[in-house]
């Protein structure tokens, strides 16, 4: 049994919150005119009382289920915390997701009320209600008529209903995992799960206060950004801003004024390659300046490192911060702090290259079934390369009986009060990844260093062996190819083969401003000339980090994007390897049984 601290449900987080920072703003929504118009706690919390008593109106009791289907909004937040507040349980979908795995969650979840944004997206629930028994009401977001999120909440307002208290042990949330293969599973996370986890990462963060803010980007419907932002932030009396779109994130950015960015590495990858572009564009005395900076501030870095840090280093690299990185600073909104970032290890010249500008970025390792966060760096204890210490109550195990190494590497084995309550619905499921000790196998390989440190080293269920036997973790290598920054996404394959291939999607623009396409190529089919050159740059790339038995030997450039419209991306645009070798099947088996030609300047043998 765990002890939990107080509070030790997300109701009571929620209230006490709002209790203490009324007035604070809470979350932000840019308005039709371009402008982020801003709600404090305390309209959030009227309108969670009023949509709460809404729901009981419409016979929501502890135990039942409501869903939502929208991206990350204020109406998110409320369905969620007033369904809390009835003892009942909340299961979040995505927009962008089949119709099968709506009908799917629907029905394996047995949710009794659906949210859902907009009123096509209910015109296409509507097709299949009849296929859902235990669906009785279906409210639109974005609607002011009698079936409307905010009709509801008008007749909530009239006939108030107290909030419960939910145990920690009751279940607050059912995530269903994206799903690699087969069906989605869902994850039951309790009260508990969700209160231990945020309060013990927000010691590992201990510069977060009311004053803090997010720019959110990372959907809600899963773990990270739910756990990681949301009830980390009000939880303190912070305030979030929603991201318009993706194309939106600059000009968002600066009206927002972020104090903290909660992301996966390839949103800083971008935001990196973003910013040498602009200055190779500007050139000239700026670029060389910039570069100067850099390596000023890259020289303070690594004499603090040593203990060796001198005046004259400190006063060059306060110098380059004044007259480039402040500047840059400015065009984040000016006050971010710090990013965290998470789902796969940020590569180190990237978190290098942020701890220089002046926003050291945090990596941290977590899964859905747990809550989801198991480690994390922080600015008390932070090792580049690695994904963090346990946080507080959590013990991490390495199972090295399914490694296939005799290195100290093997399966990473969690315990701790963030360990999902099971699988719904699946106890087959559960029994595979619960041990009888109460520890949750994670399926991902690791190491801990002698100073508690965890290494992510692959994925046990991904790893393989090449036809000589060697063993490739094929998330390590495309990790590393995803950082040149005219790749766009990419899959190495070579299970029980002579040699690993790697298909790969360029990023068209990125591939002209690198000189490797002419100026105005359109995506579609690339000439020879050009795929040679991409195949070469990627085995440079490699060569002197992967042995010789890892890097691809034949690469397949696509013009068909990794996406989740095509089925091979999930929610968390992590690799449906499956559909992917699926869909480009026949293309793999050419590659393997054609005929080989020699990459000129690497003596490699490839083909096209």
């Known amino acids: 049994m765990h002890t939990y601290e107080q509070p030790d449900n997300l109701v009571a987080m929620i209230e006490d919150s709002i209790a203490r920072y009324p007035d604070n703003p809470l979350f932000g929504t ?109 409210l639109v977001i974005d609607s002011n008529n009698a079936a409307g999120m905010s009709a509801l909440e008008q007749r909530g307002a009239e006939q108030s209903v107290a909030s419960i208290r939910p145990a920690p042990s009751d279940i607050a949330v059912l995530i269903y995992t994206s799903g690699t293969t087969g ?61 318009e779109n993706i194309t939106t994130l600059v000009e968002d950015i600066v009206q927002v004024q972020p104090t903290v960015l909660v992301a996966v590495p390839r949103v800083f990858n971008k935001i990196h390659d973003g910013i040498l572009a602009k200055v190779e564009e500007v050139g000239g005395l700026t670029r060389k300046l910039f570069h100067l900076a850099l390596g000023w501030a890259a020289e303070k870095r690594r004499r603090q490192q040593l203990g060796r840090l001198d005046v004259f280093t400190a006063a060059k690299a306060r110098l380059a911060d004044r007259l480039v990185f402040a500047k840059i600073r400015e065009r984040f909104g000016g006050r971010l702090e710090f990013g965290v970032s998470g789902s796969a290890t940020m590569n180190a010249a990237i978190t290098h290259f942020f701890t220089d500008l002046g926003i050291p970025v945090y990596d941290c390792y977590g899964l859905t079934e747990t809550s989801p966060a198991v480690t994390m760096n922080g600015p008390l204890a932070n090792r580049v390369g690695s994904v963090g210490r346990p946080i507080e109550q959590v013990r991490v195990v390495i199972d090295r009986s399914l490694s296939g190494t005799d290195s100290d590497e093997g399966e990473i084995v969690v315990h701790g009060p963030n360990v999902m309550q099971g699988y719904h619905n699946n106890p087959q499921a559960t029994r595979e990844v619960l041990t009888p000790d109460g520890g949750l196998g994670t399926g991902d390989q690791g190491r801990l260093d002698a100073d508690g440190f965890l290494f992510i080293t692959g994925r046990i269920k991904e790893q393989y062996k090449l036809e000589n036997g060697k063993y490739v973790f094929p998330a390590a290598l495309e990790e590393a190819i995803k950082l040149l920054p005219w790749v766009e996404n990419v899959m190495i394959h070579g299970e029980g083969r002579p040699f690993n291939i790697c298909l790969l999607v360029p990023d068209f623009p990125a591939l002209e401003r690198a000189g490797l396409v002419s100026q105005g190529t359109s ?16 085995i440079e790339h490699l060569k002197g980090n992967f042995g010789g038995h890892e890097i691809p030997r034949k690469f397949l450039v696509l013009e068909q994007p990794f996406a989740l419209d095509n089925g091979t991306l999930t929610q968390t645009l992590k690799l449906k390897r499956k559909a992917v070798l699926q869909m480009f099947g026949g293309a793999i088996e050419a590659l393997y049984s054609g005929p080989e030609i020699t990459l000129p300047a690497t003596g490699e043998s490839s083909r096209y």
């Open 183 to 243: 069906k989605p599973k869902g994850v039951l996370l309790s009260h508990g799960n969700f209160t231990s986890n945020f309060l013990a990462g927000r010691r590992c963060l201990p510069q977060l206060s009311q004053h803090s803010r997010s720019l959110s980007i990372l959907p809600w419907a899963h773990s990270f950004g739910q756990t990681g932002e949301l009830y980390v932030f009000t939880s303190l009396g912070g305030s979030i801003g929603f991201m």
């Open 523 to 538: 995506p579609g089919p690339l000439s020879a000339p050009v795929r040679e050159r991409i195949a070469v740059a990627v």
């Open 30 to 138: 840019k308005d039709a005119t371009g402008v982020y118009r801003w709600l404090s706690y305390r309209q959030v919390g009227e309108r969670i009382d009023h949509l709460r008593a809404g729901l009981r109106q419409l016979g929501v009791a502890a135990g039942d289920a409501v869903g939502v289907i929208c991206g990350n909004r204020t109406e998110w937040a409320l369905a969620a915390f007033a369904t809390f507040g009835l003892g009942a349980r909340f299961i979040p979908m995505y927009e962008k997701e089949l119709v099968q795995t709506w009908k799917y969650i629907i029905n394996d979840g047995a949710i009794k009320v659906l949210l859902v944004a907009t009123e096509e997206i209910a015109g296409r629930i509507e097709a299949f209600r009849h296929e859902t028994p235990a669906l009785e009401h279906l």
